[in-house]
DNA sequence: GTTGAAGACTTCAGTAGTAAACTTCGAAGC
DNA sequence: GCTTCGAAGTTTACTACTGAAGTCTTCAAC
């Protein structure tokens, strides 16, 4: 889950079959097969990001308030992470950590304090409104996914998956990590 | 292909299972195999756009300037369009769209002239540069595509393919299209 | 015990985006 | 032929991020 926030509108797309015949027509060297998987997989992973950020803001936080307590959820009680920590886990900044922490605490979701036992740290910890924020996203969350896959049997799904993960491991092969910033979560 | 751009460093992604297992820790209702296949769908796009980010810093373009060469070349001879159709077709303000436009004049891949016939409108044209750089990153992106799928044969090809439609036009039929910004490209 | 270096977070300057105000050209009404 | 309206782009104000500089605490060395 991640996704869409600001409000320029969806990008207004062309047919999936027109992109391809347009991408054979200007680099006649593309394998229209290979094509035709990626972009279907892009594509979908775009649809389904504007679809958990239209719940998020429906439950009034943003993708960029949500990914924090996703990881503070992530790592169990009692939800406590540093915010060095946190920017390491989300591939951010210490600085744009600092102000996404400003935003949750003003809204009660996270709390922050310095580390007695060792004052250089800081402490963020979700607040029980923060837990309950976050389970709020993972039911509708749920609904969507389920009425996404709703037409595939469990066969199907087991089998999509299978592949998905051996891409998967494909890339992170190639990509040992380190890197490029991105952009989704799960 | 869109992607990363910054560089606070790849997000420290757990163990596929590992946040899997996480989520049913936290949230007990969740379908652990709708689960596995929405995280490794999420997680398999977010990877291949950080290695389409990469080839995009090694052409010396950001994935914004990218999306724009890429509209233009898509509607085809003569690779022209306005600003305002470039932002919808982008899902940006015009106000975006300037500022890209400027600094793709800057570096010469297109070329920015009022329409003689219409003084009001602008037109944006692809230059010879610009249209290279775009083939250079298509070469870059179809080599890495094919190493991706290596591992699948034409059927498997084709089934993943066929199953990734299905569910994108799930998606787009719940989501007749409008609305919330997105985040990544074809 | 004081000094110096390292680490953790915050603050500052610069970039890219949105939303909304503004400017200009073209078309229509009278 | 002037005026008004609308469409197309640009400018302005504000937000969120990166990268680099700055502050404060801790730890080690002397």
Redesign the pocket.
């Known amino acids: 889950m991640t996704a869409a926030a ?3 509108g969806a990008p207004q797309e062309l047919d999936l079959d027109a992109q391809i015949a347009a991408y054979q027509r200007e680099f006649p060297e593309v394998d229209p097969q290979v094509e035709k998987v990626v972009t279907a997989l892009g594509r979908l992973n775009r649809r389904m990001n504007v679809a958990y950020g239209r719940q998020l803001v429906d439950l009034g936080i ?1 993708s ?1 308030e949500w990914e924090v307590l996703k990881a503070l959820v992530v790592v169990g009680r009692p939800y406590r992470l ?4 946190l920017a390491k886990r989300l ?11 400003d ?1 949750l605490v003003t809204e009660g979701l996270v709390t ?1 304090e310095r580390d007695e036992a ?5 402490i963020v910890e979700l607040t029980d409104e923060g837990r309950e924020k976050w389970l709020q996203t993972m039911r509708l969350a749920a609904a969507f996914e389920d009425e996404l896959l709703q037409d595939l049997n469990t066969s199907e799904r087991a089998a999509l998956g299978e592949i998905l993960i051996r891409l998967l491991r494909r890339v992170e092969d190639s990509q040992p990590d380190a890197g490029g ?1 991105l952009e989704d979560l799960d």
């Open positions: 600001g409000s320029a943003s960029a540093g915010p060095g920590d591939g951010l900044t210490p600085a744009a950590m600092t102000h996404r922490i935003r922050r060792n004052r250089v740290r800081v910033r």
